[in-house]
T-cell receptor
Framework: AQSVAQPEDQVNVAEGNPLTVKCTYS??????LFWYVQYPNRGLQFLLK??????LVKGSYGFEAEFNKSQTSFHLKKPSALVSDSALYFC??????????FGSGTRLSIRP | GAGVSQSPRYKVAKRGQDVALRCDPI?????LFWYQQALGQGPEFLTY????????KSGLPSDRFFAERPEGSVSTLKIQRTQQEDSAVYLC???????????????FGDGTRLSIL
């Protein structure tokens, strides 16, 4: 079955350090991949997407993601973490005209 | 407001009761989606509307779940004879055009947290 996997339930990073939130995909054909962020008691916010083109995708709030076809990965990165980046992050893939399939989420905690 | 609005924010119901959850999408948005998010999980697709037409309801878990969008704007998700396993956050999202899900970002509401006692 086509899916995305987020192998880490939780990622802890010190403020100012680089952060990476991992995502791998298992999708036939061309993968269309997304990252969303969810703050407590809020809906999801779109960060970025990969459809085609450059493997490095830049998104909102200083985040970027690197599409790696050989490793079937789409890791989310930021050079310098902020405490305000603490939230739940979801990797997702486009499944059909109407459907996006989300991963299980990774909780990112940035300590001051 | 400028965003997707969902009401109520919190709903507590007894097992067996019917509930109705409302979604006001961003004005002019053609596409509307409903998701169910269980505790500690990612959102799972329930159904999709393009204007008033329900084009995909493959994610609805049972015939107790029903969604409508009669005038192509506000949508209601109804759950009949609620069960404890229906407890979850129900998220609504909208997007601007008639394009596929990969073309335009979905804008999410803050959700309705449903608790079935």
């Amino acid at each position: 079955a086509q899916s995305v996997a987020q192998p880490e339930d939780q990622v802890n990073v010190a403020e100012g350090n680089p952060l990476t939130v991992k995502c791998t995909y298992s999708v036939s054909g061309n993968p269309y991949l997304f990252w969303y962020v969810q703050y407590p008691n809020r809906g999801l916010q779109f960060l970025l997407k990969y459809i085609t083109g450059d493997n490095l995708v830049k998104g909102s709030y200083g985040f970027e993601a690197e599409f790696n076809k050989s490793q079937t990965s789409f890791h989310l990165k930021k050079p310098s973490a902020l405490v305000s980046d603490s939230a739940l992050y979801f990797c997702a893939h486009y499944s059909s005209a109407s459907k996006i399939i989300f991963g299980s989420g990774t909780r990112l905690s940035i300590r001051p | 407001g400028a965003g997707v609005s969902q009401s109520p924010r919190y709903k507590v119901a007894k097992r067996g009761q019917d509930v109705a959850l409302r979604c006001d999408p961003i004005s002019g948005h053609v596409s509307l989606f409903w998701y169910q998010q269980a505790l500690g999980q990612g959102p799972e697709f329930l159904t999709y509307f393009q204007n008033e037409a329900q084009l995909d309801k493959s994610g609805l878990p049972s015939d107790r779940f029903f969604a409508e969008r009669p005038e192509g704007s506000v949508s209601t998700l109804k759950i009949q004879r609620t069960q404890q396993e229906d407890s979850a956050v129900y998220l609504c999202a909208s997007s601007r055009g008639q394009g596929t899900a990969k073309d335009q970002p979905q804008h999410f509401g803050d959700g309705t947290r449903l608790s079935i006692l």
